[in-house]
């Protein structure tokens, strides 16, 4: 309903146009992009995840060269708009992949058309043992709250000055709690049964994980410094 002023200050009531559009003001900000980018990441990467890969002597498997970036989206969200925003990422991004794997099966369940070749393929692409499911998710929410928990706390203390220091330590301590849940749990399933290939596996996703994003550290420090300077921190 609008209200008219008149001149004299007395509001009179008029009714808005029914044919008037009316739309929720959508506010301006980086947070819905990211958010997007994070749960995109995710759930990618938790399909090449399943893909146990060899370089030589070094096991890892194919989400190694992507899943580092969730990490640096993470640093962002938790850096520029705090736990709590960052913590509604890390479940919205949870939610996004349990859908994704709910659909996986219903897809696979529904019976093929007589000209479609691919049914193998595809259940065994996209038909996720339910143990690598487990890792994932449990790797990812430890994980990533580490993450986002360990640099709101240590920005608590040395407030706006050591981003390296928040980025570094946040880093360790979150990709260390992932890589190690999940490659415990997902190990034997990917075809990882020893011990030693379990340590090599663990400790390459974490060595590899950790440096990337310490490399990233220059892009990361460039992409707060743009998004603090445009959401007018």
């Not at 400790?203 to 990361?220: A, H, I």
């Not at 707060?224 to 445009?230: G, N, Q, S």
Request: net charge positive.
């Amino acid at each position: 309903m609008l209200v008219n002023i008149s001149k004299s200050g007395e509001g009179v009531a008029t009714a808005a146009p029914a044919s008037t559009p009316r739309h929720i003001t959508v506010q301006r900000s980086y947070y819905p992009v990211f958010l997007a980018m994070f749960v995109a990441i995710f759930i990618i990467s938790n399909i090449t995840a399943s893909k146990g890969v060899a370089f030589g002597p070094i096991i890892t498997d194919g989400a190694f060269f992507l899943f580092p970036a969730a990490y640096v989206i993470g640093d962002v969200l938790s850096e520029c708009y705090g736990f709590k925003a960052t913590r509604n990422a890390i479940w919205t991004g949870f939610a996004g992949m349990l859908i994704a794997v709910i659909a996986f099966y219903i897809a696979i369940a529904l019976p093929a058309a007589d000209f479609y070749e691919g049914q193998q393929a595809f259940a065994e692409t996209l038909g996720l043992v339910p143990r690598i499911v487990a890792a994932s998710l449990a790797g990812y929410l430890v994980g990533q709250l580490l993450n986002a928990f360990t640099l709101v706390k240590l920005k608590a203390k040395t407030g706006e000055k050591s981003l390296w220091a928040r980025l570094l330590s946040s880093t360790v301590v979150g990709e260390f709690g992932d890589t190690l849940i999940f490659c415990l749990i997902a190990a034997p399933v990917i075809g990882i049964t020893t011990f030693t290939d379990t340590v090599n596996y663990t400790m390459v996703g974490f060595l590899w994980k950790t440096g990337v994003e310490v490399c990233m550290m220059p892009v990361t420090y460039a992409v707060i410094a743009a998004v603090k300077k445009r959401e007018n921190y």
